[in-house]
């Protein structure tokens, strides 16, 4: 089973900086394979990133998601007050999906 | 617009059984993987398997097989997620989310709201 490690576990930001979110994998992985969702208290997780770094329909361009091999990033450009929640890497392999434990942005 | 539709909270007792319900519209609901998935509490979202309405093929993930059965009624765009018995261990959130393929991109597009299930007794 792929293992996917978040960090940082809380990123603590002002509206209009830039975030810079980290997803680790346990072993190599197919880009293809690597998505980004956001999740709000009390909502299912928002789709934001698919294939490492297509945007999801609807999804501001201030989002953008790259890397590969074992390490892939969620990048937010300018922190607009609706960004800050919580953000879950995704990744496939062996069979099965994977989530990470998730990275909270939060006002600082 | 797509729409998954989840059926309501539940409070059961362990070694109670269980069906909830994800009614997809606004697509061909036969022709899209619907997957299944739990959050506990703060955790990130756990993948149960996957199951094909148009003809009810099923994947499960190894760490739920045997544990759950998931089904479908393609005729009233709908899936299932049951359990026989259930444990206090089973209390989460569970949504139903469509599966995408695009270029070799495999995701989740849209989820469910989520069903919260709470086994207690």
């Known amino acids: 089973e792929i293992v996917l490690t978040q960090s940082p576990g809380t990123l603590s930001l002002s509206p209009g900086e830039r975030a810079t979110l980290s997803c680790r994998a346990s072993q190599s992985v197919s880009s293809g394979y690597s998505a980004w969702y956001q999740q709000k208290p009390g909502q299912a997780p928002r789709l934001l990133i698919y294939g490492t770094s297509t945007r999801a329909t609807g999804i501001p361009d201030r989002f953008s998601g790259s890397g590969s091999g074992t390490d892939f990033t969620l990048n937010i450009s300018r922190l607009e007050p609706e960004d800050f929640a919580v953000y879950y890497c995704?990744?496939?392999?062996?069979?099965?999906?994977?989530f990470g434990q998730g990275t909270k942005l939060e006002i600082k | 617009e797509v729409q998954l539709v989840q059926s309501g909270a539940e409070v059961k007792k362990p070694g109670e059984s269980l069906k909830i319900s994800c009614k997809g519209s606004g697509y061909n609901f036969a022709a899209y993987w619907i997957a299944w998935l739990r959050q506990m509490p703060g955790k990130g979202p756990e993948y149960m398997g996957i199951i094909y309405p148009g003809d009810s093929d099923t994947r499960y993930s190894p760490s739920f097989q045997g544990q759950v059965t998931m089904s479908a009624d393609k005729s009233i765009s709908t899936a299932y997620l049951q359990w026989s018995s259930l444990k206090t261990s089973d209390t989460a959130i569970y949504y139903c989310?469509?599966?995408?393929?695009?270029?070799?991109?495999?995701?989740?597009?849209?989820w469910g709201r989520g069903t919260p299930v709470t086994v207690s007794s």
């Open positions: 989310a469509r599966h995408l393929t695009i270029s070799g991109a495999w995701f989740f597009d849209f």
């Open positions: 995704q990744q496939y392999g062996s069979s099965r999906y994977t």
